[in-house]
């Protein structure tokens, strides 16, 4: 399956941003999805995850309550919603996708990536 990751941008502090994955090649709704980033000279981390059916949802701490994850398998699509953005959410963001039945938040445990987008928060 491949994937593209689109939405991202430069928006102030405060402000929300919607990102976008679509997915081509294959069916998304086998996939639990992954929303990960990277800032520059740091590692890829975890942001959010979102299972098969949707029925679970897990955040890393740093976005609980201000991030959203979802999922709309009609249109082979999984978004993350951001609001309350702040200047340390500056990172290029992934969206991946992973066939497993555990839930992971380990960046090897996903199998297929998109190109990633870049989201930049201005203080």
């Known amino acids: 399956v491949q994937l593209q990751a689109s939405g991202g941008g430069l928006v102030q502090a405060g402000g929300p941003l919607r990102l976008s994955c679509a997915a081509s090649?294959?069916?998304?709704?086998?996939?639990?999805m992954g929303w990960f980033r990277q800032a520059p000279g740091k590692e890829r981390v975890f942001v959010a995850r979102?299972?098969?059916?949707?029925?679970?949802?897990n955040y890393a701490d740093s976005v609980k309550g201000r991030f959203t994850i979802s999922r709309e398998d009609a249109l082979n699509t999984v978004y993350l919603q951001m609001n309350n953005l702040k200047p340390e959410d500056t990172a290029l963001y992934y969206c991946?996708?992973?066939?497993?039945?555990?839930?992971?938040?380990?960046?090897?445990?996903?199998?297929?990536w998109g190109q990633g987008t870049q989201v930049t928060v201005s203080s």
């Open positions: 991946a996708a992973d066939q497993g039945r555990v839930t992971t938040t380990i960046v090897s445990s996903y199998k297929y």
């Open positions: 979102i299972s098969r059916l949707g029925g679970t949802t």
């Open positions: 090649g294959g069916t998304l709704s086998t996939y639990a």
